[in-house]
Structures are given as C-alpha cells and as structure tokens.
C-alpha cells in the first residue's frame, strides 16, 4: 500500500464518517423540530447502550448464557449503585472492581 492510497482512504472514511452527521445538522438548524420527536429521541442512548450491554452480559460464544454468568452479578451490582448514588464514575468503578474480583472466583 502505497502512502496516497492509505491518505485517499483516510480522506473517503472522512466523508463517509462525516456526511450523515453533517446533513441533519444542517437540515435542523433552521428548523424546529417536532415534540414528539424531541422527546422520543431522548430514549435513543438509553436504548442503544442497553442493547449493547445486554448483548455483552447474556451472550457468550453465540449462546444465551445464564448459569454462573459473573457479568449478570456484577451488572445487578453496577445497577444498584448507580440508581442510589446517580454516580457515573461511582457505577462504572463499581462494574469495573466487581467483575475484575468476581472473575478471580
């Protein structure tokens, strides 16, 4: 690979990046967006983080996995200490420390 193919690769992954978050930003800039669109668009990260984590708890090796699962444990851990304490560094700390030591067992 020769360095103008890898820099005209970089400046099409660029574009290819770029583009989908440059055509609705400029679409809403002068425009108001719906309510009802606002408010189902807060559920969005919520929704994708939680299909991402629970995709990484349950599935192991292509298989449901739900007998002596450590991350089901340590997730029920996480989710207990950011719901008292509304913690994000606290709660990630937690996920961390807790399937690190649940892990060793």
């Known amino acids: ?3 103008m ?8 992954l660029f574009i290819v990046a770029y583009v989908p ?5 400029l679409y809403f800039t002068h425009r108001k967006v719906p309510a009802w669109f606002s408010e ?4 969005v990260p919520v929704a994708l983080f939680a299909a991402l984590a629970f995709k990484d708890v349950f599935i ?3 298989h449901l996995d739900l007998a002596w699962n450590t991350k089901i444990v340590a997730m029920l851990l996480v989710a ?14 937690t ?9 060793m067992f």
Not at 5 to 12: D, G, H, K, W
Not at 21 to 25: A, K, T
Not at 40 to 43: A, E, G, H, L, P
Not at 80 to 93: D, E, N, P, Q
């Open 1 to 3: 690979m020769t360095k």
């Open 5 to 12: 193919y890898l820099l005209l690769l970089v400046a099409c």
């Open 21 to 25: 978050r440059l055509f609705p930003m």
């Open 40 to 43: 189902w668009m807060k559920y």
């Open 60 to 62: 192991t090796h292509e």
């Open 80 to 93: 207990g200490v950011a719901y008292k304490t509304r913690s994000m560094a606290f709660s990630v700390l």
């Open 95 to 103: 996920g961390l420390v807790s399937v690190f030591l649940l892990s």
